[in-house]
């Protein structure tokens, strides 16, 4: 394929319900949708940044500066026979890993809307259905949180993850604990401890939890190393992992035991695809994060997850629990029994409503090769 054109649009759609973390609280979706076009036929990508740096150090403004000034024109006009080519070239830009993982995920979409088959066959994928988990935000009081946690488990979902933050913690999970024992169960907290708060962390190892997700510091994997001698309960990392090379680091040293892949944060599919290689071949489970992501990057979630390292239901869960109306229709649904449909359309696999991306554009700015 032959790159011709790069569109990129920023869209907001409000969220639901405003969803909290440990880092703050977010009420809409504000994100850049990358639109890559080459021989008449046009890939999406979402890129997962937010609007701010308090997830991670890139915002909309900073992604929107690199792929305008540096990514779009290495890609620009240049001949390529997969989109798996494109992490090299973009290699000698530092870091950035969501300006190129948008990109590379659009590229990717393009290449299976170009042969006419699913997402799911060009990252490697197979078809069918995947096990769907939850994320729920930081409550206004415990018995909301307990509301919450039973409407997604009548549901039907995998597994429930829980926020917390300190002040936050061990009272929700006991609460938790004390009416569902048996509930698959996690806590994400988003950075937010210490490593002097290993005493109150290892507390949690009395509620049989899944495991922990980046419990420390965002960019530091030796305390979480330190911490993990600590625990019964699993690490699992999240913000520290960038790439392959950053998991199997992580994994040498003993910084967890379990890894979240979101394709934004390694920089695309081509290098989630390698975390996942890397954790199957030693036996490490994967699930795939999530981003609030509308159902472009939704969807794009769904066909990652059908590699066979993801043996740990994900937090890819129902359009409807954020979104009055997806930009894709039909939007994703969970099944009763706890699944996602992958879908077998060319590329994402469901119809983009192009109405509704033009109602959430704020901006649009395109470049040519
Ligand atoms: O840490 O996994 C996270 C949402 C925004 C930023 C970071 C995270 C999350 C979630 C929500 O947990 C996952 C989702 O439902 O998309
Ligand atoms: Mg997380």
């Known amino acids: 394929m032959k790159i011709e054109r790069i569109e990129v649009r920023r869209l907001r759609l409000p ?24 021989d008449g036929i046009t890939g999406y990508g979402e890129c997962v940044a937010d609007d701010d740096p308090f997830y991670l150090p890139e915002t909309n403004g900073t ?17 390529i026979a997969h989109p798996r080519e494109l992490a090299p070239l973009f290699a000698r830009v530092r870091g950035h890993e969501m300006a190129k993982a948008a990109l590379e995920m659009a590229a990717y979409e393009l290449e299976a809307r170009q042969k006419g088959v699913p997402l799911y066959r060009a990252l490697g994928g197979r078809g069918g259905t995947i096990g769907s988990g939850v994320s729920i935000g930081l409550q206004g009081s415990v018995g909301e949180l307990l509301e919450k946690v039973e409407v997604e488990k009548e549901a039907g979902y995998r597994r429930i993850k829980i926020k917390i933050k300190p ?4 009272e929700l999970v006991a609460a938790i604990r004390a009416v569902h024992p048996d509930l698959p169960l996690m806590v994400d907290a988003n950075s937010a401890y210490a490593l002097s708060d ?11 939890l899944m495991m922990i ?7 530091d994997i030796v305390d979480h190393a330190a911490l993990q001698r600590q625990l019964e309960t699993s690490v699992c990392l999240d913000e520290s992992i960038h790439s392959a090379a ?3 680091r ?11 892949i979101k394709v934004g ?3 695309g599919f081509a290098e989630a695809i390698a975390v996942h290689d890397l954790c199957r071949a030693r036996g490490v489970p994967v699930w795939c994060g999530g981003m609030l992501e509308s159902g472009i990057g939704r969807l794009a979630n769904v066909h990652l997850q059908t590699l066979p390292g993801f043996t740990l239901p994900g937090d890819t869960s129902a359009s409807a629990r954020y979104f009055e109306e997806d930009l894709i229709d039909p939007p994703v649904v969970v099944l009763p029994q706890g699944t996602i449909a992958v879908p077998e359309g060319p590329g994402i696999g469901h119809a983009i409503v192009w109405r509704r991306v033009e109602k959430a554009t704020t901006f649009q700015e395109a470049w040519k090769a």
């Open 15 to 38: 969220l639901r319900f405003p969803f909290e973390t440990s880092f703050g609280r977010t009420t809409s979706k504000d994100f850049l949708l990358v639109c890559v076009s080459a």
């Open 63 to 79: 992604v929107l500066h690199v792929l305008r000034d540096f990514l779009a024109p290495l890609a620009l006009g240049r001949e």
């Open 167 to 170: 002040g936050h913690d061990l």
């Open 198 to 208: 290993a005493p109150l962390l290892r507390e949690l190892d009395a509620h049989a």
């Open 213 to 219: 997700e980046q419990p420390l510091g965002w960019d």
């Open 246 to 248: 950053d998991a199997r």
């Open 250 to 260: 992580a994994l040498d040293i003993g910084a967890c035991r379990v890894v979240n």
């Open 265 to 267: 944060r390694v920089g």
